[in-house]
């Protein structure tokens, strides 16, 4: 091999690097805020663009010592750095979630690794100002090798630490030549083994730093405050000799507030900080990330200056709850994994910006770097735009917990040696220590960051108790985190002293309450929570309740931010193809559970992400006083009076059209206070009747405008129903054409001048429909209890399935019928099965077909209590595809189900048939709206009207809930030809439980007997 076997080294993790420190871009003088322009210093150099590339599928195949300057590079293709290989069509695309994706045999790796070896060559001339030059590799996966002119530089691994080597000595002013050599694997993907794709190559930037002989090398900000006074405390290290430093604060306004100078008095070895300053300055601004107040701080030397902002706050812990500044504080946080369709793990300031700018629309305040930091310049927008940030090491091991083992099907049994080959073992004690010290020392000036992580999923041990007393002692002023300190040994004694949070990954309601009523010593955070996985999370209002109403409880991060997939370009059918586990012929593989976030790929809302919206809006109502009109608000804030920064709108909707609407003063509601406001008289009448208040942002911020909307609440006025489905339903016949009716032995035909009905005494259903002159129904109907299973369904819908659910057949027993003067009613005594089973459902069904052409169902059910809970109940109609278009009356216009309807409100709503399909990636159920009164499917000049007395839900889609279930993807759908249109009495609801726990009780279709009732209004214009 070309270079040292490092990569299976325990002992070395990087050779010449320089010790890790704070991330800064120096320049020659002041040029202000470099936070989202650092290209702007005239001390960096950028190294990316094109570069000369060549793969290997194993590292011992190169040969040939391409480092060399002369080297004529045959085979060399060019591929972009920044960059993953993979997306450029290098090696293959492989999403595993816990499996290791190569044998596991610490510290080796596959003898066949594959490699790519990246030269550059670039022109460099020497400042004899700043003639010091440190290359900086920001992201790196796995491990790589560096040569600067054919001369052996270094070697690092951690793919998500900055790497930088000086190069002083091996730079010459002109052409210079960069030589990289890559590894996909190293010992350290032991400790690399996040959920996520698994790609290769320079992600991150690379650049030379210009820097003087006599220079910061690095420094350590503490911003705190004493009464209303801040405190601001620098400490510094010096590469070559210590030297006076000039320090200047300045307010956000660009005014200074204080300066300091200081110059050391004593020897200086470089090892330690010295304290440059410790500067007080009166009626501080806090900061916080509702009022991101940032002060400048620009560190001056003769030959350099470093500009940096500060936050001046403060976190603890106390009665078992977070406080901020002293205040308690919720974490309305999320996870977020570096992810893009096109650019893989390639993530630029725009996209950082878009990722942040969407947060804030929706209401998160916090986000957690799963699984590893982000780049060095996120932290940097976090403390701008204002957001808490978890900070977490590039550290997880998840795949140990699948090592086979004697009980190997006993999850306990894996937890028990879990920690075994890593966690607490000592061997991998330095490289766990150096991928926490990575992670601390990139980050610790930036106030943003409130916790620590230690990383995610890997057990716990001597290895992590060693990097949280180091955390501890390094930087006590922050909190501390590790979710996985419950996974270890039960033979031994572990230190849990250096941990602060007592966090858990989707825990159930029951297990929330039960740590709660523990007494216990540590604030509960849900590091996870709310599996966000394609329909879903279903279950986000619930948790808001209970994390509202318990004070231990300091918020949780729901998983995750954005889908990963690879962007495939368009099928022909015009549709985007987005690929993911198992598309790229790898093994092992985790198949769609990469499909888990909040926002597509391409940054698209799901509706689960405006479902969150509403659900954290920042004020509430808590209870109205429909007689006296009065409305009692609660600010969710935590620093901010809702009068500061929220206007309130008004409107009384009636059947779902505007009765009233104004505007509301907004009253003064400090944080988490509460106002008492009076709207004005209520506009009276029957009909269904809701307030509704919507928020609004009253100032501009640094990432949103002044009227971007907030949230809404909506209440529910009288008990009356919505009108125009009380004519409906009250609407006698008026026609007096006599009705005929024929009988055969499958069959009942009810015919008069207007229509003919054809009624299957086999199933109970009608299986023709003509009225005035055109068949309405493309198949028979059917009685409906399947579902496509969402990515929340993955482990009820093995019962479903085990219970043939997707396979029902109707079977009617008797029917008997009886004509009268503008009508005939038919009863029907039916079940539900399937094949090789009993039957699930008996059901007594009595229909009633009018004159006029108009049809009513009474059914009552009853479920064989052997058989696990419905998907849903319903008929499903197939109607020509020409009436493709839907109005109705009921929650909208987004999807809504039983527990995930917080994003949309009671109206009269209109859409095409095919918008309101929801096309997730991996087709499922979707589309629903939930507590409908009436729904019309209408075009080509007629229509049909469903009514009920009861709210139902309906769907209406081109597709069938077969053809969803059976595809893969969503380019690969099908439209049947028909409009297909469920009218349900109930659906499953959604939960969270493709991760999370189990769906909540009180929305479960397990329901022993119901009935339900429709009536269907066929039309023609």
Excluded at 729 to 752: H, Q, W, Y
Aim: charged share 25%; net charge negative; proline share 6%.
């Amino acid at each position: 091999m070309i270079a040292p076997r490092h990569y299976e080294d325990l002992r070395t993790l990087h050779e010449n690097t320089m010790p890790y420190r704070a991330y800064y871009i120096p320049a020659s003088r002041l040029m202000g805020d470099l936070s989202e322009r650092r290209e702007a210093s005239d001390r960096i150099q950028s190294l990316n663009g094109n570069w000369r590339f060549r793969y290997w599928p194993g590292v011992a195949d190169v040969k040939e010592c391409f480092f060399e300057p002369d080297n004529p590079l045959e085979g060399f293709g060019t591929i972009p750095v920044p960059g993953c290989w993979q997306m450029y069509g290098y090696d293959r695309h492989q999403y595993t979630n816990i499996r290791y994706p190569f044998p596991a045999d610490p510290p080796h790796v596959p003898q066949e690794n594959p490699c790519g070896a990246y030269v550059h060559a670039f022109r460099y001339r020497k400042d004899p100002a700043a003639p010091k030059a440190f290359l900086n590799f920001e992201g790196v996966d796995s491990c790589f090798y560096v040569w600067l002119n054919g001369n052996y530089v270094g070697y690092s691994q951690v793919s998500h630490a900055t790497a930088e080597f000086d190069v002083t000595e091996f730079l010459h002013d002109g052409q210079n030549t960069l030589a990289v050599l890559v590894l996909k694997w190293c010992d350290g993907s032991y400790l690399e083994d996040q959920d996520k794709f698994r790609m290769s190559g320079i992600f991150r930037d690379v650049y030379l730093l210009k820097r003087p002989e006599n220079a910061i090398f690095d420094y350590f900000t503490s911003a705190t405050f004493d009464g209303k006074e801040g405190v601001l405390s620098v400490k510094a290290r010096f590469f070559g000799s210590a030297i006076p430093v000039r320090l200047t604060v300045l307010d956000a306004d660009g005014k200074t507030v204080a300066a300091a100078e200081f110059r050391s008095t004593e020897s200086y070895d470089g090892r330690e900080y010295q304290e440059i300053a410790s500067i007080r300055i009166p009626n501080v601004r806090r900061w916080n990330a509702e009022t991101p107040y940032l002060y400048g701080l620009i560190l001056e030397t003769d030959g350099e200056t470093i500009c940096d902002e500060v936050g001046f706050r403060e976190i603890h812990t106390a009665d078992n709850q977070v406080f901020i500044n002293g205040a308690p504080v919720k974490f309305r946080g999320v996870n977020r994994h570096d992810s893009d369709p096109v650019t893989g793990f390639v993530i630029g300031i725009e996209q950082l910006q878009r990722d942040l700018r969407m947060m804030k629309e929706h209401n998160f305040n916090a986000i957690r770097t799963s699984h590893y930091p982000n780049a060095p310049y996120f932290c940097q927008l976090c403390d701008k735009y204002g957001f808490y940030v978890i900070a977490e090491a590039d550290n997880e091991s998840h795949g140990a917990s699948e090592f086979y083992c004697a009980d190997n099907g006993n999850w306990s049994a894996h937890v028990e040696h879990w920690n075994e080959p890593f966690a607490d073992n000592p061997e991998f004690l330095e490289a766990t220590l150096d991928r926490t010290e990575s992670c601390v020392q990139r980050d610790k000036n930036r106030p943003c960051v409130v916790i620590w992580s230690m990383g995610n999923e890997s057990a716990y041990g001597c290895c992590f108790e060693a990097a949280l007393a180091w955390t501890k002692r390094f930087d006590p002023s922050r909190l501390t985190h590790y979710e996985s300190a419950q996974y270890r040994s039960s033979e031994k004694k572990y230190d849990y002293s250096n941990i602060d949070l007592f966090s858990m990954m989707y825990p159930s309601f029951e297990t929330i309450r039960n740590y709660l009523d523990n007494k216990p010593d540590k604030p509960f955070l849900m590091c996870e929570y709310a599996h966000s996985m394609g329909n879903g999370p279903g279950d986000l209002e619930d948790y808001f309740q209970l994390i509202e109403s318990e004070p231990g409880m300091c918020g949780g991060f729901v998983w995750e931010w954005c889908d990963h997939a690879i962007d495939k370009g368009r099928a022909e059918n015009g549709k985007e193809m987005y690929f993911y586990g198992g598309d790229h012929g790898e093994y092992p593989h985790d198949g769609n559970f990469c499909l888990d976030g909040l926002v597509y790929p391409d940054r698209r809302p799901h509706t689960g992400l405006l479902e969150y919206k509403n659900v954290y809006r920042p004020v509430r109502v808590a209870s109205f006083d429909e007689k006296n009109g009065l409305l009692t608000l609660h600010n969710y804030l935590d620093f901010t009076n809702a009068r500061d920064v929220l206007g309130i709108r008004w409107e009384i909707n009636r059947d779902g059209e505007i009765a009233a609407s104004g505007e509301l003063l907004t009253p003064s509601i400090p944080p988490h206070g509460e106002a008492v406001i009076k709207i004005p008289d209520v506009p009276s009448g029957a009909g269904r009747r809701f307030l509704k208040l919507s928020y609004y942002l009253t100032r501009p911020t640094n990432l949103l405008p002044s009227g971007h909307p907030l949230g809404f609440d909506e209440i529910r006025l009288g008990n009356d129903a919505n009108q125009t489905a009380a004519a409906l339903l009250k609407a006698d016949c008026s026609e007096t054409r006599p009705l005929v009716v024929t009988e055969s032995e499958k069959f009942l035909t009810i015919r008069n001048d207007r229509f003919r009905y054809v009624y299957d005494k086999r199933t109970g259903l009608f299986h023709h429909m003509a009225f005035d002159g055109a068949e309405w129904l493309d198949k028979p109907m059917e009685w409906n209890v399947w579902r496509a299973p969402t990515d929340n369904d993955r482990k009820i819908k093995l019962e479903w399935l085990a219970a043939h659910y997707d396979r029902s057949v109707t079977r009617a027993y008797q029917t008997t019928w009886a004509a009268a003067d503008k009508s005939v009613v038919i009863h029907s005594s039916a079940s539900l099965g399937a094949v090789s089973l009993q039957r699930f459902l008996n059901m007594e069904t009595t229909w009633t077909a009018f004159a006029d052409g108009a049809l009513t169902v009474e059914t009552h059910v009853a479920r064989n209590p052997e058989f696990p809970e419905l998907p849903r109940f319903g008929l499903r109609l197939f109607l020509p595809d020409t009436l493709s278009q839907v109005r109705y009356y009921g929650y909208g216009p987004f999807e809504s189900y039983a527990d995930k309807h917080q994003a949309d409100c009671h109206g009269v709503w209109s859409s095409a048939v095919a918008d309101l399909h929801e096309d997730y990636i991996r087709p499922q159920e979707n589309g629903s709206h939930f507590d409908c009164e009436y729904v019309t499917v209408s075009g080509d000049e007629r229509s049909l009207t469903a009514v009920s007395a009861t709210p139902f839900s309906f769907n209406a889609s081109p597709f069938t809930q077969e053809e969803l279930t059976e595809k893969a993807h969503n380019f690969e759908l099908r439209p049947c030809g028909s409009t297909v249109l469920c009218l349900d009495y109930k659906q499953n609801g959604i939960g969270s439980e493709s991760c999370g726990p189990r769906l909540l009780k009180r929305y479960r279709f397990d329901e022993r007997e119901f009935s339900f009732s429709l009536k269907l209004i066929p039309s023609v214009s």
